[in-house]
């Protein structure tokens, strides 16, 4: 089933999922990380992983998404 959502809803999101890409940035440039903190990245990573596999999405550029997957499934690996 797909989900059905307003332009403005599914903008909100790409934007909410924003906060997920920026936070994981921001820890996996750390040499080292604490329990809590690979916690936190591997919350936003699984938070990431669901919306890209969401089929509303238009035009908005995944990309910045699957890379802050793949960067921080690397730094809590």
């Known amino acids: ?36 903190e690979v916690d936190r990245v591997d919350r936003n990573v699984r938070h990431l992983e669901i919306m890209v596999a969401k089929d509303y999405w238009t035009t908005e550029d995944l990309e910045p998404l699957n890379s802050a997957i793949t960067a921080g499934k690397a730094k809590i690996a």
């Open 1 to 36: 089933m797909s989900d059905t959502l307003t332009a403005e809803e599914i903008a909100h999101n790409y934007y909410a999922a924003g906060h997920s890409v920026s936070l994981i940035n921001k820890m996996v440039v750390f040499e080292t990380l604490t329990e809590e």
